[in-house]
C-alpha cells in the first residue's frame, strides 16, 4: 500500500501542528498563569473582604457604643459646648434670689481639657433656701457650673447679702475631636 | 484587573473604617471624660450645698449670725450670742468636732450679749 500525500494536505498539516504549537505556547505562557494568577487574587481578595467585614463590624459596634453614650450625655455634651449667656441666666435663677446680679465672664484656667471661666456673682437672698434651690438648679443648667469657695453671707436687714464665685467649664473648642464627634453624630 | 480594582477598594474601605474607628474611640473617651467632669462638678455643688444646710441648721435660735465666710478649708462666723456659756455648748462644741482648730473671740456688748468672731480651720494632710 503506498500513501499518497499531496502537498496541498502537507501545507494544510503543518499550519495545523503550527496553530497547535500556538495555541498551546498562549496557553501555557499567559492563559494558565493568568488563571492562577485569577485564582490567587480572588483568594487574596476573599482574605481581605473577611478583614474588612470583620473591622465593619468593629467600627459598628463603637459607633453603636459611641451613639448610646452621645445619647446618655446630650445634656452633658451640649453644656461643655454651650456659650455662657449671662442674661440668660440671670434671667433663669433671678426667681432664687431678692436680687441677683453677674460680674463680667472671665478667662480664669485651664482644667484638664476644659476652659475655665470665672463670674463673680454677688445677690439677696430672703433664706438660705433660695441659695439650696440655686444650687440644685445650677446643676441642671445649660453649662457646666461649679459654685466655688469662698462664699459670704452677710446679714441686710432682714436679708441676707450672699456673694460667690462660679466657674463655668467650656469645652476647649480647639480639640480637634470634638469636630469629629460632630461629624459621627446622626 | 476587576479583582484588583476589588482589592483595591476594600483596602481603602478597610482602612478609612480603621482611621474612623480611631477616632470613636477618642471620641468615647472624650465623653466620658466629659461625664466624669461633670460630676464631679455635680457633686461638688451638692456637697455644698448640703455643707451649707449642715452650717445654718447648727446654729441654734439663741444664737444669731451677722456673717459667715465660707473658704475651703476656713469657716469664718461672725454673731452675737446671749452669753459665752451658750455659744460654747451649742455651737462651739460640734464646731469643734467637724473642725481640726477653733477660735473664739468675745466682745462685751452693752446689753450683757456677747458679739463673737469664730474661726474654724480644717488642717488638710500633707501630700
Known amino acids: ?186 | 484587573m476587576m479583582y484588583e480594582s476589588n482589592m483595591q477598594e476594600l483596602l481603602t474601605k478597610g482602612e478609612t473604617l480603621k482611621e474612623d474607628i480611631v477616632s470613636m474611640h477618642e471620641d468615647i473617651a472624650f465623653i466620658k471624660i466629659q461625664r466624669r467632669h461633670a460630676e464631679g462638678i455635680y457633686t461638688e455643688n451638692t456637697v455644698l450645698k448640703e455643707s451649707i444646710h449642715n452650717l445654718f441648721d447648727l446654729v441654734p435660735e439663741k444664737i444669731t449670725l451677722s456673717q459667715a465666710l465660707l473658704k475651703e478649708d476656713e469657716l469664718v462666723l461672725y454673731g452675737v450670742t446671749p452669753s459665752k456659756e451658750v455659744y460654747e455648748f451649742l455651737l462651739q462644741a460640734p464646731l469643734r468636732s467637724i473642725f481640726h482648730r477653733s477660735y473664739t473671740s468675745y466682745y462685751a456688748m452693752p446689753n450683757g450679749w456677747y458679739s463673737f468672731v469664730s474661726k474654724n480651720y480644717l488642717d488638710r494632710p500633707v501630700q
Open chain 1, 1 to 186: 500500500m503506498k500513501f499518497h500525500i499531496s502537498r496541498q494536505m502537507i501545507y494544510i498539516l503543518a499550519l495545523a501542528v503550527v496553530f497547535l504549537i500556538i495555541v498551546f505556547v498562549f496557553a501555557f505562557a499567559f492563559l494558565i498563569p493568568s488563571g492562577k494568577a485569577y485564582r490567587v487574587a480572588r483568594l487574596d481578595t476573599k482574605k481581605v473582604a473577611y478583614q474588612v467585614d470583620t473591622i465593619q463590624a468593629e467600627y459598628d459596634k463603637v459607633y453603636e457604643n459611641l451613639k448610646s453614650l452621645q445619647k446618655e450625655n446630650r445634656h452633658v455634651i451640649s453644656a461643655y459646648k454651650s456659650i455662657f449667656n449671662p442674661e440668660r441666666f440671670t434671667k433663669m435663677y433671678r426667681p432664687h434670689f431678692k436680687s441677683f446680679t453677674l460680674s463680667k465672664l472671665s478667662a480664669h484656667s485651664q482644667d484638664e481639657e476644659f476652659a475655665v471661666y470665672e463670674v463673680n456673682t454677688s445677690s439677696l437672698i430672703h433664706s438660705p433656701q433660695g441659695f439650696y434651690d440655686f444650687l440644685d438648679g445650677v446643676n441642671k443648667s445649660d453649662n457646666i457650673i461649679g459654685v466655688n469657695f469662698p462664699i459670704d453671707f452677710k446679714r441686710d436687714g432682714e436679708l441676707i447679702k450672699s456673694s460667690f464665685t462660679m466657674h463655668v467649664y467650656i469645652a476647649d473648642p480647639k480639640q480637634k475631636r470634638e469636630d469629629q464627634q460632630v461629624q459621627v453624630q446622626e
